[in-house]
C-alpha cells in the first residue's frame, strides 16, 4: 500500500466515524425517530404534514444541522 492510499483510507475511515458520532448524537436528540443510516435519507423521505408543525420545523432544523456537521468535517 502507498502512503497516499493509507492517508486516503485513514481520512476515510474517520470520516465515517465522525459521520457516525454525529448521528448517534442526533438519535439521543430524537429518540422517538426511526433514523436510517443516511441522514440525506431523513430529509429526503420525510413527509410534509406528519407531524404537528412544531415538531415537524424542530426535527428539519436538527437533522439539517447534523447533515452540515457531517460535511463540515466538525
Known sequence: MRIR???RWR???ADADF??????ELAVDLPDEDLGE?????ID????GSKPRCEE??????VQEAIERVERGR
Open 19 to 24: 459521520a457516525g458520532r454525529v448521528s448517534s
Open 11 to 13: 481520512r476515510a475511515r
Open 38 to 42: 443516511y441522514l440525506y435519507d431523513c
Open 57 to 62: 420545523v424542530e426535527y428539519l432544523q436538527l
Open 5 to 7: 492510499d493509507a492517508v
Open 45 to 48: 423521505l420525510y413527509e410534509m
